[in-house]
């Protein structure tokens, strides 16, 4: 693959999140023209409306690199599941002068692209949290193998944490679990599943839905009569609520034409978390609340008083 310079160290937030965001313009599911026939093949071809990891067409071989965006203290890894797929990782050391921070943000994608779409936000996250960041991509997509569903990449997400746990520099830092969209609902299913093993502090949820069959007809208004049927299910709406003792951020924004804003409402409102904390990004589409004004800065302000100060 060849490989663009990287950028100037002089890039502001604003230029790398609208680098970012010109590379997340993805589907959520499949673009509204393929509505109709999505309906008749939603059952057989659930897997690959959900897991769109085609889109781009070059996503399962073109994955951008760190460096390719001035990062060079990272490690590209193969990581093994236990059912014996290779997942393609970066693991982004913390800035040296901050690395005291303690603190380790994983990082879970959408459903279309791969991680490397990913790594400018990867690196404001890395500069304004002084983290380590480990972004993982789930199975079938990028550089990893197999074919992505639901059990699947609840697999693969809890490999990523086992990693961090066993993994000699991050084995004892605060683990903080971002998820934008779908990465939502696998980072809800990790914690809640970890919450009582230890070394996760936070959480952090952007744009994400109530349940897949919830989310069918806002999506595929053609298909609403069929999500009944749709076997792989997501239900963030139940598994949520089992999470009592992890801050949880919850980053919103208001003019997502995908994840319609009220399922973020909603899981606010059934979350049992006694530190749980609400942000808007008022003009945030479903792809580009990323590069909404205050975006980092809700992040900064969370693991500031949430997490760092409480742990």
């Given at each position: 693959m060849s490989e663009s310079p990287p950028p100037p160290p002089s890039w502001s937030i604003a230029s790398m999140t609208n680098n970012a965001v010109q590379w997340m313009r993805l589907p959520m599911l499949a673009s509204s023209g393929l509505?109709?026939?999505?309906?008749?093949?939603?059952?057989?071809?659930?897997?690959?409306l959900i897991y769109p990891r085609n889109i781009p067409t070059d996503a399962r071989t073109n994955v951008p690199k760190p460096r390719q965006f001035g990062i060079e203290d990272y490690e590209e890894l193969q990581l093994r599941t236990p059912d014996g797929e290779s997942l393609h990782a970066y693991f982004i050391r913390a800035p040296p002068k901050r690395v005291d921070q303690n603190l380790t943000v994983l990082m879970f994608h959408g459903n279309a692209g791969?991680?490397?779409?990913?790594?400018?936000?990867a690196k404001i996250m890395q500069e304004y949290l002084g983290c380590h960041v480990m972004m993982l991509e789930y199975r079938g997509y990028g550089l990893s193998t197999?074919?992505?569903?639901?059990?699947?990449?609840?697999i693969d997400a809890q490999t990523a944490l086992d990693h961090l746990r066993q993994r000699g520099e991050t084995a004892n830092t605060r683990i903080v679990v971002y998820?934008?969209?779908?990465?939502?609902?696998?980072a809800i299913n990790l914690v809640a599943n970890n919450e009582d093993k230890?070394?996760?502090?936070?959480?952090?949820?952007?744009?994400?839905?109530?349940s897949i069959r919830k989310l069918i007809p806002s999506v595929f208004p053609p298909a609403r009569y069929l999500a009944r049927f749709c076997h792989q299910t997501w239900t963030s709406e139940d598994v949520l609520p089992k999470i009592t003792k992890t801050p949880i951020l919850f980053l919103s924004g208001l003019q997502d034409e995908i994840v319609p804003p009220s399922n973020m409402t909603?899981?606010?409102?059934?979350?049992?978390?006694?530190?749980?904390?609400?942000?808007?990004?008022?003009?945030g589409a479903h792809n580009d609340s990323v590069a909404e004004p205050d975006y980092f800065e809700h992040i900064e302000t969370f693991v500031t008083e949430e997490i760092l100060k409480h742990n």
């Open positions: 509505a109709v026939v999505a309906s008749g093949l939603l059952y057989f071809k659930q897997n690959e791969n991680v490397g779409h990913r790594i400018p936000i197999g074919v992505p569903d639901e059990n699947g990449l609840k998820g934008q969209s779908l990465g939502g609902a696998v230890g070394g996760i502090s936070g959480l952090i949820l952007e744009n994400t839905f109530l909603q899981l606010f409102a059934i979350c049992n978390s006694k530190r749980k904390v609400w942000r808007t990004l008022p003009n």
